[in-house]
Nanobody
Framework: VQLQASGGGLVQAGDSLRLSCAAS????????MGWFRQPPGKEREFVAAISYTNLTYYSDSVKGRFTISRDNAKNTVILQMDNLQPEDTAFYYCAADTPSRGYGNPRETSVYDYWGQGTLVTVSS
C-alpha cells in the first residue's frame, strides 16, 4: 500500500485547507484511515481517523474545525481543515490501518500499517 498526501501550504489564521491522501491497493474500502501531525520539535499526534464504516474520530484540538471523509471509489481520504490557527502548523501524515492485524485504537500511531510522506501546513497569525 502506498499513500500520497497533498494539499499543504501557507495560509493565514482563519483560512481553510483541504488535504488529500491517495492510496494504492484494491481493498482500500477495508482500511481505517488516519491523519496525524507533527509540529516542529514535537512528537507526532493524532488528528482524525475514519473507519471502513465511516465512523469518525477527532482529537479535541481539532473537533468542530476539521472534517475527515473518504471516497472509496477514488481510494482517497480527505481532511478538510477550517478556521486554521497557528498551532495547527505541522507536517501532516496520512496512515492506513489494514485488517491484517485487526483494528486497534485509532488514536495510536502503532496500529497503522502504512504511512505516507508528510505535507507541510503553515498557518501564520
Amino acid at each position: 500500500v502506498q499513500l500520497q498526501a497533498s494539499g499543504g501550504g501557507l495560509v493565514q489564521a482563519g483560512d481553510s485547507l483541504r488535504l488529500s491522501c491517495a492510496a494504492s491497493g484494491r481493498t482500500f474500502s477495508n482500511y481505517r484511515m488516519g491523519w496525524f501531525r507533527q509540529p516542529p520539535g514535537k512528537e507526532r499526534e493524532f488528528v482524525a481517523a475514519i473507519s471502513y464504516t465511516n465512523l469518525t474520530y477527532y482529537s479535541d484540538s481539532v473537533k468542530g474545525r476539521f472534517t475527515i471523509s473518504r471516497d472509496n471509489a477514488k481510494n482517497t481520504v480527505i481532511l478538510q481543515m477550517d478556521n486554521l490557527q497557528p498551532e495547527d502548523t505541522a507536517f501532516y501524515y496520512c496512515a492506513a490501518d489494514t485488517p491484517s492485524r485487526g483494528y486497534g485504537n485509532p488514536r495510536e500511531t502503532s496500529v497503522y500499517d502504512y504511512w505516507g510522506q508528510g505535507t507541510l501546513v503553515t498557518v501564520s497569525s
